[in-house]
């Protein structure tokens, strides 16, 4: 990889409540005000930007993207667009509010997909159909980039495809960053990392080890030489990667803090949420249920100062990186150097972890990476 790569470090907001514990009710339920006081902390830790997450039990993002933005002064804003649930000309009008109402700080999320009780809850009509969903979502981002850079003078931005037909599309106001903000693009089968190598800036994996990770990256550029291949288009990919952290002075008080998230959690639940991760179209979240499985013999460790012990518990990005400030930030070094740049971070409970990982971990890890000839901020 070539030196003076950017790379950077996200946090998370907790919009569906937070707590110190997996599998029981929240305890800090959802609130404006404990958003911006996660924010501010992150914002104060170091990170420089925050997912907000998408799914049926979570707040709007849009709205908490710009309660957000409207308590910082640099933190960005990761926010969803989850196409079939919004037309995409809408999407672009409310993304670029947000980029301007931050000064240019808004980031693009672009979601397919997610339990299919949870699309048919929200209407989207291809709930059982995982390839039409992206290829839907193809056409989402063409229509989406398309009109972000047209403008009125030329007539606007006409599209017809088979899911979306679009004359004079124009999105005022217009975005701030050009030729419009980053969008971040998780999927992991065949349909998925097609219209990442041909739409995504960032393209989003759940956190697997290293090797995995180096070999998802290897076929993510076969798809971008398809790409040129067919289209004579050349496109870069940044690549990142979305995880918990628990890090602690000494090893084993992380390790005692990992699992006292799941200490509340009882079997029964472990084995229902487990039974419905599996049970999903999603390539990714199969990935982490098979991580998840062969780990149990071995406490769940799937790598050094790796753990996927909270995967089946909550799903998604679970695996976690454990261990003293050294130790993590070693591992972090290592899948940079496997071509990693974006990581998106997040602990329980947020607010508290955000504080702790700043003060240990962020300051170690950006020296480490600075001193190999990387660009931190």
């Known amino acids: 990889m070539a030196k003076q790569t950017k790379v950077e470090f996200g946090w998370f907001i907790p919009t569906n409540g937070d707590g110190r514990y997996l599998g029981v009710k929240p305890e800090r339920e959802p609130s404006p005000q404990y958003f911006v006081q996660v924010a501010q902390a992150a914002e104060r830790a ?52 947000l980029d301007q109402m931050s000064g240019g700080r808004a980031l693009i999320n672009v979601v397919t997909g997610h339990y299919p009780e949870d699309l048919k809850a929200t209407g989207d009509p291809l709930y059982g159909d995982h ?50 903000p980053p969008l971040y693009f998780g999927g992991s089968s065949p ?32 798809y971008l030489d398809e790409v040129e291949a067919e289209k004579g288009v050349k496109r870069e990919l940044r690549y990142g990667i979305r995880a918990q952290i628990v890090v602690r002075e000494s090893e084993d008080e992380a390790w005692e803090a990992a699992w006292n998230i799941l200490s509340k959690a009882d079997r029964k639940l472990i084995d229902e949420r487990e039974k419905r991760h599996a049970n999903t179209d999603a390539v990714g979240q199969k990935r982490q249920m098979e991580l998840f499985a062969g780990a149990k013999n071995k406490d769940y460790l799937i790598g050094p100062n790796l753990w996927s012990g909270l995967s089946a518990v909550r799903g998604g990005g679970g695996v976690t990186f454990v261990g003293t400030p050294e130790q993590v930030s070693d591992r972090i070094v290592e899948f940079v150097e496997a071509g990693i740049t974006s990581f998106i971070l997040s602990g329980y409970p947020h607010l508290e972890e955000a504080e702790i990982s700043g003060k240990l971990f962020l300051p170690l890890v950006k020296r480490k990476l600075a001193d190999k000839g990387y660009s931190v901020t």
Do not use: N
């Open 46 to 97: 170091g990170y420089e930007f925050a997912l907000i997450p998408a799914g049926g039990d979570c707040w709007d993002g849009w709205i908490v993207g710009s309660w957000v933005a409207a308590s910082t002064t640099r933190l960005k804003p990761l926010v969803a667009v989850r196409p079939g649930l919004l037309t995409p000309g809408l999407a672009a009008r409310i993304a670029a509010t």
């Open 131 to 180: 390839d039409e969903r992206y290829a839907r979502t193809k056409e989402f981002l063409d229509v989406l980039t398309g009109v972000w850079q047209t403008s009125a003078e030329s007539g606007g931005f006409h599209y017809e495809g088979r899911h979306y037909r679009i004359e004079g599309g124009v999105c005022k106001p217009s975005v701030v960053q050009r030729p419009y």
């Open 191 to 222: 349909a998925g990392k097609r219209v990442a190598a041909e739409m995504a800036d960032v393209y989003l994996m759940w956190t697997e080890p290293v090797d995995w990770i180096r070999e998802q990256i290897a076929e993510m550029r076969r």
